[in-house]
């Protein structure tokens, strides 16, 4: 799952190299933390999160065998 979101996220910005992934397991979930540079982050977002949204439908998607609950968090870089 954590190679997944790398392919997406990392095809979407102009620096790839920022592009950090965080996995946080939890008894029948997991939580996905992107952290990309500041300048690819609306590119991540998308307009009206619509990106975002894409990105997390797929993971839960292919989230659905292992049957654990699957969120996905974008980190703000402040």
Avoid: F, H, W
């Amino acid at each position: 799952m954590k190679k997944l979101l790398e392919v997406l996220v990392c095809s979407l910005v102009d620096d790839p190299e920022a592009v950090k992934i965080g996995q946080v397991d939890e008894e029948a979930e997991t939580v996905y933390t992107i952290s990309v540079a500041q300048d690819d982050m609306g590119k991540v977002i998308g307009k009206q999160g619509k990106i975002a949204n894409a990105i997390r439908t797929l993971v839960k998607a292919a989230a659905t065998k292992s049957k654990t609950n699957v969120y996905v968090k974008i980190l703000d870089n402040d």
